[in-house]
Nanobody
Framework: QVLLVESGGGLVQAGGSLRLSCAAS????????MGWFRQVSGREREFLGA????????FYADSVKGRFTISRDNAKNTVYLQMSSLKPEDTAVYYC???????????????WGQGTQVTVSS
């Protein structure tokens, strides 16, 4: 069992930056790939990026590549999503996920956080 808690969301102006954190509990965190997703009400959950268990490899959706960076600190059981050059269309609820393969497919992740709202004003 893995419990995930996101934090760091809020209101930011376009062009600004924000760092989200996802704190995990559970012994399997350090061996689990982690994913970040976001969702706008009424739309499907969108993959943003994923990081492998060691943090040595990441991949991103084209929509955020070059603007978002995922990292992790296994000693702190935490994964991060650094977001820069934010746009109003980045407004969404952001989720971290675990318990799946190193994948972009949200259906393959078992554990999800409760989400944190990010709002980007123009």
């Amino acid at each position: 069992q893995v419990l995930l808690v996101e934090s760091g969301g809020g209101l930011v102006q376009a062009g600004g930056s924000l760092r989200l954190s996802c704190a995990a509990s559970g012994r399997t965190f350090s061996t689990s790939p982690m994913g970040w997703f976001r969702q706008v009400s009424g739309r499907e959950r969108e993959f943003l990026g994923a990081i492998n268990w060691s943090g040595g490899d990441t991949f991103y959706a084209d929509s955020v590549k070059g603007r978002f960076t995922i990292s992790r600190d296994n000693a702190k059981n935490t994964v991060y999503l650094q977001m820069s050059s934010l746009k109003p269309e980045d407004t969404a609820v952001y989720y971290c996920a675990a318990g799946g393969p190193y994948s972009s497919m949200y259906g393959q992740y078992i554990y999800w956080g409760q989400g944190t709202q990010v709002t980007v004003s123009s």
